[in-house]
């Protein structure tokens, strides 16, 4: 049959079941070389066991009306028969119709919980591998600052004229850590201060007599304790929002808990669930995570470590919230100074990572910059990645 007659295949439909003939990928067609009218091979052969027929050799009824002198087998669909084998496939089309909708629909759920389970966490590899921090004592040789060092002593000025970078040059000039036998890991500004990350107890306590020797009340020298692990308890159903009801409901399912310390720092409330986040002892941490979900009336909650990283929504910084900033506003997309959601900008700039550049090209000789072409926003900014690791460093794991 010439081009310019064959109809388009989205009007083709199978002659018996008259459903679209692309599904399914047997087709047979009528042995008339000029005819379009095809079947599903389902349907022929339903057909063909009750009229017992080959399917190199019939012919549609039209063609066969058409025709002479026919020595071919001809379909008809008003055999009492036939019309039941063809009532028998459209009622399988039918359901395996709905069995396939029905498996589209609950692999989409599935894969919707598998990104919401997956999507935050942050791999300890990729974190290990984009925090290196740079040691600022030209004594010691450039370190990474390890995730699970929890030897930080902080020291603070008590002149609130003094800068945090006037406090570090100071420390730095009168106290000698090799001399000393300190190990330092590295050393951040932080306000009024600066912070210092000692690789084990024992140089953390020799760095702080020392300091505190040298400089009297001059500087306030602080060793923080670790903060307790927290988690983060993800689709819990929405009847336990009152936070002891749900304490009591872990409590009850999971035994192992009864006698242990949990504190709820915050509910987070979702369209169809909650998320609650709570902090632990080491311990139970590690029973908690080991299982990988809590049991809560009638639901199993998964459970992950949760570390967060406070971000300003106005100056885009890291460390305080939009409520307490002080600073002017910075596009999080292109570090302009204008509001996100009024940004038409086509590139990225990471606000957080050019402040860092600019910081340790004039305090570090060995710079190494931080890529810039992304958002402040970013969960695989350098940034934010250090910030990360460097609070992952103050929890205590056990």
């Known amino acids: 049959m010439s081009g310019k007659n064959k109809q388009p295949d989205i009007d083709m439909r199978c002659e018996a079941c008259e459903e679209d003939i692309r599904k399914g990928s047997a087709k047979i067609k009528c042995c008339n070389l000029n005819c379009e009218v095809t079947l599903h091979q389902k349907c022929f052969s339903s057909i063909a066991k009750v009229i017992k027929l080959e399917k190199s050799d019939w012919l549609c009824k039209n063609c066969d009306e ?3 002198t026919s020595t071919t087998t ?6 009492g028969d036939v019309i039941k084998e063809l009532a028998k496939v459209k009622s399988d089309v039918r359901l395996l119709t709905d069995l396939v909708n029905e498996l589209k629909s609950t692999n989409k759920i599935l894969l919707n919980k598998i990104e919401q389970i997956t999507s935050s966490r942050l791999p300890d590899v990729q974190i290990q591998q984009n925090t290196e921090l740079p040691v600022l004592y030209s004594q010691v040789v450039s370190k990474t600052v390890s995730n699970h060092s929890k030897s930080v002593l902080i020291i603070t000025s008590n002149d609130q004229k003094e800068s945090n970078s006037e406090v570090l040059n100071t420390v730095k000039a009168n106290v000698n850590p090799a001399a000393e036998k300190i190990s330092i ?7 009024n201060g600066m912070l210092i990350s000692c690789s084990n107890e024992e140089s953390l306590e020799k760095l702080k007599g020392v300091v505190q020797n040298k400089f009297n009340s001059k500087y306030k020298v602080t060793a923080p304790k670790p903060f307790k692990p927290r988690l983060l308890i993800t689709d819990v159903d929405k009847s336990l929002d009152d936070r002891n009801t749900f304490l009591e409901s872990i409590v009850q ?4 808990l009864a006698d242990c310390d ?10 169809y669930s909650l998320s609650y986040i709570v902090e632990v002892d080491p311990d139970v941490r590690k029973t908690i995570i080991t299982g990988g ?8 909650c998964f459970v992950r470590d949760h570390i967060s990283v406070i ?3 106005s100056c885009s910084r ?3 919230l939009k409520k307490d900033c002080k600073n002017k506003s910075v596009c999080a997309l292109c570090s302009n100074d204008h509001d996100e959601k009024d940004c038409n900008s086509v590139s990225k700039k990471c606000v957080n990572c050019c402040v860092y550049n600019n910081y340790i090209k004039s305090h570090s000789r060995d710079f190494k910059p931080y890529s810039v072409d992304h958002a402040a926003s970013d969960r695989q900014c350098p940034c934010f990645l250090k910030r990360y690791a460097e609070l992952k460093s103050r929890i205590d794991y056990g």
């Open 185 to 191: 890991n590295g050393v951040k500004l932080i306000k």
């Open 253 to 256: 399912n999971n035994d192992y």
């Open 74 to 79: 001809v379909i008809s669909y008003s055999d």
């Open 311 to 313: 971000r300003c929504f």
């Open 262 to 271: 949990i504190k709820v720092i915050s509910v987070l409330k979702l369209k």
């Open 318 to 320: 890291f460390g305080h």
């Open 293 to 300: 979900f809590l049991y809560t009336s009638w639901k199993k």
């Open 66 to 68: 058409d025709s002479d």
